[in-house]
């Protein structure tokens, strides 16, 4: 009897930088209310400033909630693998 014999990965990122496309950013602020400890809207313009480009683990999902949510795909994440 053959038995096969697999394995499962799980690839996870080991690090994850953001930044905002200012070309992009229309300041609707969707990326603050997503992750406000990352994002927040600049005093001068109206558009979001990072300010943590290289949040920790605890904060990726919220990043990466606040690209889903901007309206104007402004968001990029860099996430590299392990
Ligand atoms: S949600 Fe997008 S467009 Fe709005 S402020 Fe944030 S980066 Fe700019």
Redesign the pocket.
């Known amino acids: 009897m053959v038995v096969g014999c697999f394995r499962i990965t799980t690839r996870k990122a080991r690090e994850l930088r953001v930044s ?1 496309d200012l070309t ?9 209310d997503a992750a406000e400890a990352v ?1 927040e ?1 600049s005093d001068v313009d109206d ?2 400033v990072v300010l943590l480009a290289e949040p920790g683990p605890d904060l990726w999902e919220s990043v990466r909630k ?1 690209a889903r ?4 795909n ?2 990029v994440i860099d996430e590299a693998d392990e």
């Open positions: 905002i992009r950013c229309a300041g609707y602020g969707n990326c603050v994002f809207m558009i979001a606040a949510v901007c309206p104007a402004a968001i």
